[in-house]
């Protein structure tokens, strides 16, 4: 999935979006490693944690005691 994710950000994925710039500086290989490991700390953040995904946000907070997991 994560080899999908990196032909597409080749193409069509904003300039200054940090898998962008990964791909520019690194082998896509290990590109596609650091995607998998960002999405792999969202979901073990979001069980362990209970919080709910947002997706629109950019980076995350701690609201009312639960955290809330925002991503780039």
């Known amino acids: ?25 690194r082998n896509k290989n290990v590109a596609a490693v650091a995607l998998a490991n960002k999405n792999a700390r969202i979901i073990w953040a979001l069980l362990t944690q209970k919080a709910t995904f947002h997706p629109d946000h950019t980076m995350a907070t701690y609201c009312c005691g639960s955290l809330i997991v925002r991503v780039e």
């Open 1 to 25: 999935m994560e080899q999908t994710v990196i032909r597409f950000a080749e193409k069509k994925a904003e300039p200054e979006s940090w898998l962008r710039k990964l791909i520019t500086r």
